[in-house]
């Protein structure tokens, strides 16, 4: 199993639930990966390279800490991505 931050599939998932509750400025893939990017470099990556470390960190998931953290910083990183596009409206 190669070396991945499995903090990516967590914000991922997070930002699924977020589109379903709060509408973005534009919803291209461009913009999208540049919320994404915005919130996997403000966040602590948790990396790993087994099956029992992904499950454990996955396990993170249900910390509430963790998902207001992500939540947080998906929402400003919506107001920056729509303030600050990097194409053409």
């Known amino acids: 199993m190669p070396v991945f931050n499995a903090m ?3 914000v991922v998932n997070m930002f699924d639930e977020f589109q ?5 400025k534009c919803d291209c ?3 999208k990966d540049d919320m994404l990017a915005l919130v996997l470099n403000k966040i602590p990556s948790r990396y790993t390279s087994s099956e029992k470390g992904t499950l454990f960190v996955k396990g993170l998931y249900i910390n509430p800490q963790l998902q207001s953290d992500v ?3 998906l929402m400003e990183a ?3 991505v ?3 596009q990097h194409h053409e409206v």
């Open 29 to 31: 893939n461009k913009c």
């Open 78 to 80: 919506a107001n920056i």
């Open 71 to 73: 939540m947080r910083e």
């Open 20 to 24: 379903k509750k709060y509408e973005l």
């Open 8 to 10: 990516e599939t967590i």
């Open 82 to 84: 729509a303030d600050h």
